[in-house]
């Protein structure tokens, strides 16, 4: 696997350190579930402050929960059939 170097600081390398012990994992998979949270995390605050725009126009909000009505209608086709 490629790898780089990067610089962290002594309390963070002591931290990662710290978990790959406990967690008895590479300090790599470590690092990469971090980030990987972080990433998430980031996704879903970025989600949130555009739904809270589309929630300041109340037309364009309006427009949302009509077509989420109408996809909803969608979620049973077919369901009974075999």
């Known amino acids: 696997m490629p790898s780089t170097t990067i610089r962290i600081s ?3 390398l002591h931290s990662l350190r710290e978990l790959a ?5 590479p300090m790599q998979r470590i690092l990469a579930h971090a980030v990987e949270g972080y990433r998430r995390h980031h996704l879903l605050e970025r989600t949130n402050h555009a739904y809270d725009a ?5 037309e364009a909000w309006q ?10 209608i969608s979620l049973s086709d077919d369901l009974d059939e075999p």
């Open 54 to 58: 589309l929630r300041s126009d109340p």
């Open 10 to 12: 002594p309390e963070t």
């Open 63 to 72: 427009e949302e929960e009509e077509e989420r009505q109408a996809w909803d």
């Open 21 to 25: 012990q406990q967690l008895g994992e």
